[in-house]
């Protein structure tokens, strides 16, 4: 393995077991996130995503959770999901750290915005608790919040705010790995520029190892060196961000760029894909994509594609590479 | 804030007038009164109906009650039949041990539902979960009287080590404490497990876990403050019911409050006395719960910038026009 790997997830399986259901969240995905780049894990809601990154931290409620046993997440070459109590507290915060995705329900009401950063710092630095409150100052100010408002409460602050709070939260030991769930959903434009670039001096000043996990195309292409997409709790593509956006393999990716608006062609229709992703307590025995495939044959529905290599690092799971006899190019890429 | 502990204290007063008036007609609707007990075999008609003009109980209960709320709002809540004592006197002398017992007994309550009720959210849906439940609710299910009665047997009679009643310091108490105590339990206990449930799901303790915080201090500092708000107010209204509750225990063991002072009086039909130990009784209840609000505003964040907003704001005015 990569040594400068900061996190490395391999076959990570998670299931819930919730009133005798099954819910298969997240088959088998494995990813990598080294120094100073940033992976975008692209996907609708329900794809797995937000499990995946709790998984990382080892944040997942067992029960109802069940990580499988041939699930590895290394944190810095460190076993998280086999750490004892003391050893996660002093990796999470430290070494791998995470933005929530609702500002609204991330924060406790009772205590103060700056004491909730400090706590973090003096969980970690070697600092007295005056010495933290200080710092906890000093990072509410890099995330555009005013000192003296470092006593208040969460409920006195907009939502933006509360987002820059647990951000803040998420940065204030300088983690080594960040993993932002849609960080910018609750945010409105002009402060989601500011998070954007705030994420962007971290990537270059601490080399920080990122997964951004988002709806938005446009912030990966902005600010992410690869891309992963989770369809169904799988990894259907990955590559460099140069591969999956301008030689697409995976037609559930192609429809993702279809249902974008096109800045050159304003007049061309969206296309949406059909339907709804599959239950994930029922998952179809072939590919999770098939029924709402448009290029689906009756082998898609019957076997379970895995990921192949193809050019570089670019990856994807689909069956329609490996049909005798056809060179099959997505439409997306035909006009090319 | 001030305007609103003032307007509480001000509602007090029809509550105090609904209580008295109800005790009164309560207590007239008995059978029998204070002079039932004077007279004996020997006694003549003549002597009887001197006694009752003499406290005035030959006067129908509705004019006695108007005579006792006149003195009343003049600060005399009465004198006593029986000791001829000032009701105010008597129940001074008797307060001070059922506050005692009240406050003993919140600490049993409050040292056993609290941690019981965090464990039993902590384990929910499990085996450990069922037990702690079992407990407290077999807390509530035991009549106090009984327990009371077994606590003396047990630790008294049979094992010796502490007095089976009266008030002889502080070993006295432990018994009685007990037997209020564990009667609260339950509630208090299922309380604190509810809400703890509550926090424990919250999306904040997740973020308190990723910060890297030890569970300990995510479920004892992050999961169990924002809880305290709900069980502040039940441990409170569970320490203003020892006042009005614990006429039993202190019954069974003899204990001088004033709960044991006013089933004696009610036994001998001493109305002032069992009319202005209520009034007085009430009073404590209502402050109790007057506390509690105002408690609320040390736990909760939330209703503190509400109350402190408008003086606040003011400040911040005058602040900025100095500077201007």
Request: proline share 5%; charged share 20%.
């Amino acid at each position: 393995m990569n040594q400068e790997s900061l996190l490395e997830i391999e076959h990570l399986t998670v299931r819930f077991e919730v009133d005798g259901d099954v819910i298969r969240a997240v088959n088998d995905v494995s990813l990598s996130v080294s120094e100073g780049r940033t992976l975008g894990l692209v996907g609708e809601s329900g794809a797995g995503k937000t499990t995946t990154a709790l998984a990382a931290l080892h944040l997942i409620q067992q029960p109802p959770g069940i990580i499988e046993e041939q699930s590895r997440i290394r944190v810095c070459g460190k076993d998280i999901l086999n750490m004892n109590q003391r050893e996660l507290s002093r990796t999470r915060g430290a070494d791998i750290s995470m933005i929530f995705q609702d500002p609204m329900t991330s924060l406790n009401p009772v205590f103060t915005v700056a004491d909730q950063i400090a706590e973090s710092i003096y969980a970690h630095v070697d600092c007295t608790k005056k010495e933290a409150y200080e710092r906890a100052l000093n990072m509410l100010e890099i995330v555009g919040i005013p000192r003296d408002r470092a006593s208040e409460y969460p409920h006195q602050f907009s939502g933006g705010m509360k987002q820059r709070v647990v951000i803040a939260i998420a940065l204030a030991c300088n983690p080594k790995v960040l993993i932002a769930d849609e960080p910018t959903t609750a945010l409105d434009v002009t402060i989601q520029a500011q998070v954007i670039d705030l994420m962007k001096t971290l990537k270059q000043k601490y080399r920080t190892g990122m997964i951004l996990i988002t709806h938005d195309l446009g912030i990966v292409a902005d600010i992410c060196d690869d891309v992963a997409v989770m369809y169904a709790g799988r990894i259907i593509e990955q590559g460099t961000l140069r591969e999956v956006f301008n030689h697409t393999l995976h037609p559930y990716t192609e429809g993702l760029f279809n249902s974008l608006p096109d800045i050159k062609n304003r007049k061309a229709k969206l296309i949406p894909i059909p339907g709804l992703m599959p239950d994930p307590s029922n998952l179809p025995e072939g590919c999770a994509f098939a029924p709402r495939c448009r290029y689906a044959t009756e082998e898609c529905r019957k076997t379970l594609p895995v990921l192949q290599p193809f050019e570089g690092t670019h990856q994807t799971a689909c069956l329609a590479y490996s049909r005798p006899g056809e060179d099959f190019v997505l439409e997306r890429n035909r006009a090319k | 804030m001030i305007r609103y502990t003032f307007k509480r204290i001000l509602l007090l007063i029809p509550i105090l007038v609904g209580v008295s008036l109800f005790i009164f007609l309560a207590m007239d609707m008995a059978q029998g009164d204070y002079v039932d007990f004077l007279v004996n075999e020997n006694t003549t008609p003549e002597q009887e109906a001197e006694l009752r003009a003499k406290y005035g109980l030959d006067k129908p209960a509705i004019i006695r009650y108007f005579d006792y709320m006149g003195g009343m709002f003049r600060g005399d809540l009465g004198t006593s039949y029986l000791s001829g004592e000032s009701v105010f006197d008597s129940f001074m002398h008797k307060i001070g041990n059922t506050t005692k017992l009240a406050i003993a007994s919140t600490i049993v309550c409050v040292a056993i539902s609290l941690p019981l009720g965090i464990y039993s959210a902590k384990h929910r849906g499990t085996i450990r979960d069922n037990i702690s439940q079992f407990f407290a609710v077999l807390g509530l299910s035991i009549p106090n009287f009984w327990l009371g009665l077994m606590l003396i047997i047990l630790f008294a009679l049979k094992l010796g080590w502490l007095p089976s009643g009266g008030d002889e310091g502080f070993r006295s108490i432990i018994l009685p404490a007990l037997t209020v105590g564990t009667g609260h339990t339950a509630i208090l206990m299922r309380t604190t497990r509810s809400s703890m449930l509550d926090t424990l799901n919250a999306d904040y303790l997740r973020t308190a876990r990723a910060k890297g915080l030890l569970e300990s201090t995510v479920v004892n500092k992050h999961a169990l403050k924002p809880a305290m708000i709900p069980i502040l107010q039940v441990a409170l209204s569970q320490f203003a019911a020892c006042f009005g509750g614990a006429s039993l225990t202190e019954t069974v063991f003899s204990w001088p409050g004033v709960g044991k002072m006013i089933v004696d009086a009610v036994k001998q039909r001493d109305t002032p006395l069992v009319c202005g130990s209520l009034i007085l009784k009430c009073t404590i209840i209502s402050v109790i719960g007057l506390i509690t609000d105002l408690l609320y505003v040390a736990v909760d964040p939330r209703v503190k910038t509400q109350y402190a907003s408008s003086s606040h704001r003011k400040k911040k005015k005058t602040a900025t026009e100095e500077e201007a």
